[in-house]
């Protein structure tokens, strides 16, 4: 064996090195640096994706996305009351959603119908996760699974709606906002 180096590649020069960030190219969030609630967040909308285009029972629903990969990686609880809840309550949720919307609820994405439905049911069920966050996980799932500008209609949906479920802690924000320099 010899004790010279290697030669580098036939071109002689490397690979440019890749920056490690925790976005991809689309600006959505890499698996690594997703939380156990974020990963929850996604397979709930896969599962509400399923109920909205397939009319699948929940039950079913429920046993199919517990078999997928990287399930066990996701907050199970959140991932439950997430889903259970924006079906059971659907009705009530397209009902706040819909007076945002511009356009017919047929006409939104199954998509970005179950972000919203997301939103909606954690501003009403989870005052531990601020609103902000919320709004926040909607968006990056949106980018990550919607249609090219569908987070901006999520967007715009979701900050109209968090007023009146979320009305003290909003309002605590925008004072926040005038006090800053």
């Not at 959140?78 to 009530?92: F, N, R, S, V």
Request: proline fraction near 7%; charge should be neutral; include cysteine.
């Amino acid at each position: 064996m010899s004790d010279t180096p290697a030669k580098p590649a036939a071109s002689g020069k490397r690979p440019p090195r890749q920056v490690r960030t925790g976005t991809t190219g689309t600006g959505a969030r890499k698996a690594a640096s997703k939380s156990v609630r974020s990963r929850a967040r996604e397979f709930a909308l896969q599962g509400m994706y399923q109920h909205l285009v397939g009319g699948n029972p929940t039950g079913d629903i429920d046993a199919f996305t517990r078999d997928l990969a990287g399930f066990h990686k996701a907050d199970s609880a959140h991932y439950d009351a997430l889903l259970h809840g924006c079906i059971e309550q659907a009705g009530d949720l397209d009902a706040l959603i819909l007076p945002l919307l511009d356009r017919k609820m047929a006409e939104i994405s199954p998509i970005e119908h179950g972000i919203m439905w997301i939103g909606a049911w954690e501003f009403l069920h989870c005052p531990d996760v601020p609103w902000r966050v919320t709004l926040n996980e909607c968006i990056e799932l949106a980018k990550e699974f919607g249609g090219t500008d569908g987070h901006k209609y999520v967007n715009a949906v979701l900050n109209g709606l968090a007023p009146q479920l979320r009305p003290a802690e909003v309002e605590a924000d925008r004072q926040r906002g005038k006090a800053r320099p």
